[in-house]
């Protein structure tokens, strides 16, 4: 086996630019809402790519791209792979990274000759971040067969279009069922998205596994009246029952203290006009931990809360469940392999969970799955502002070069 290939970095940071482009945000950071215009033509260019790297390319009928480097024997492949969505304000390096990395390793392969064993197979799964459609990870939970298509389809977007439709508009509703190609193991790249590897001055994460994850829609509905002639006592207002809501994610989030997190990323108002108490709230929650036992207890405090507030408030909610995920282990020998190349090539490295979603997630229910991190600078992320330096760009593709090279032998 030839090992200690390395990637072209030069060549990696090229085709991040050129592919940041599109969807490029005037301040910076990128928006490319799945299956927007801007995914699609995000789409056309990575199969491109693809197709000049002699992959051989399908698109399933969820969308999902995956571009397969043949092996010397016709089994199962080897994956790795990610997102090309972004979130509406986006950074240049979630998803993509580990998109771009993959095809820059299996080019690598090609420069030096490698035929490997195993096939390897590059995968963009489509809706991954959830912005526009929920539920997050959609294109690998359909592929693992968790995910009904028709269902699918059928999903409403936060502009009120379908997945289907938008599938078909922007040319991207393959014909090959979705599972077709089952991976022998994925792995999956990605920058860290959080502070822990910058803070500790390491360069490579090995990823335990994902936390739990509860995303959840609230619909409040009070009653619309003059803000300046309705006394406060005989108010129905569910602007101000989406804002206790809001503060009561916080503290509870404090109070149960380990990694539970909580987040309300959008409230709408209706009709949404200063002089007139608000008729209805819309509000997202996102519910966060890596203990499921924890995260099932945040939940039901939420309930509790939200209904004792209602009858109080004298306004009803409806609660709609948008995604419920358990905590996800990655196996250890896939853990453990993260370490070993890390090592082997001179780079530091820890374990840790991760604190986002990943299309590995779903991957680790069909067959060994693992991930790889990279640092991100001050962990931010989901921002415009994202940004991981170069060297760990760099550090991170050759480690998954190393890690695919070993699984396909
Ligand atoms: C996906 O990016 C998520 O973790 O929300
Ligand atoms: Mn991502
Ligand atoms: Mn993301």
């Known amino acids: 086996m030839t090992d200690r290939l390395h990637i072209n970095l030069d060549r990696l940071q090229r085709r ?89 390793a299996l080019e690598s392969l090609n420069d030096a000759g490698v035929v490997t064993r195993r096939p390897l197979a590059l995968a963009a799964f489509t809706n991954e971040e959830g912005s526009r459609f929920s539920p997050f990870a959609m294109g690998s939970l359909v592929h693992v067969g968790a995910l009904a298509l028709e269902d699918c389809y059928a999903i409403k977007g936060i502009d009120g279009a379908t997945v289907g439709d938008e599938l078909r508009r922007i040319g991207y509703l393959g014909d090959v069922t979705p599972g077709a ?25 090995a990823v335990e596994g994902v936390q739990g994850m509860a995303w959840s829609e609230l619909v409040i509905e009070g009653q619309s009246a003059h803000a300046g002639s309705t006394p406060m006592r005989l108010r129905h207002d569910a602007g101000y029952v989406a804002s206790e809501i809001g503060v009561f994610i916080r503290r509870l989030a404090r109070e149960m203290g380990g990694n539970q997190v909580g987040t309300v990323g959008r409230i709408e108002l209706a009709p949404g006009l200063i002089n007139v108490i608000a008729q209805r709230a819309t509000v997202s929650i996102d519910l966060r931990n890596t203990d499921e036992a924890l995260l099932q207890e945040a939940q039901r405090r939420l309930d509790a809360f939200v209904a004792e507030l209602a009858a109080r408030e004298g306004v009803t909610v409806t609660a709609r469940s948008l995604a419920r995920f358990e905590p996800v282990i990655f196996p250890d020998s896939m853990v453990s392999m993260v370490e070993a190349e890390a090592q082997s090539r ?41 940004l991981t330096y170069p060297q760990h760009l760099e550090a991170g593709a050759n480690v998954l070069l190393s890690l695919i090279q070993r699984l396909a032998a």
């Open 346 to 386: 001179g780079l530091s490295c820890r374990r840790l969970p991760s604190g986002a979603g990943h299309d590995a997630q779903m991957m680790a229910r069909v067959c060994p799955a693992g991930m790889i991190f990279v640092p991100s600078v001050g962990g931010l992320s989901h921002n415009v502002n994202e």
């Open 16 to 104: 991040l630019a050129q592919f940041n482009a599109i969807g490029a945000l005037p301040g910076g950071g990128t928006c490319r809402l799945a299956l927007s215009d801007e995914d699609r033509q995000g789409r056309d260019l990575l199969v491109q790519w693809m197709r000049e790297l002699g992959l051989s390319v399908t698109i399933d009928a969820i969308g999902n791209i995956f571009g397969v480097r043949a092996g010397s024997e016709d089994i199962a492949p080897v994956m790795v792979g990610s997102h090309i969505d972004t979130v509406g304000t986006g950074g240049r390096y979630d998803g993509l990274y580990g998109v771009l990395a993959g095809l820059e």
């Open 181 to 205: 190609i089952h991976a022998h193991a994925y792995f999956e790249l990605h920058i860290e998205q959080g502070p822990v590897l910058e803070a500790e001055g390491l360069t490579i994460g």
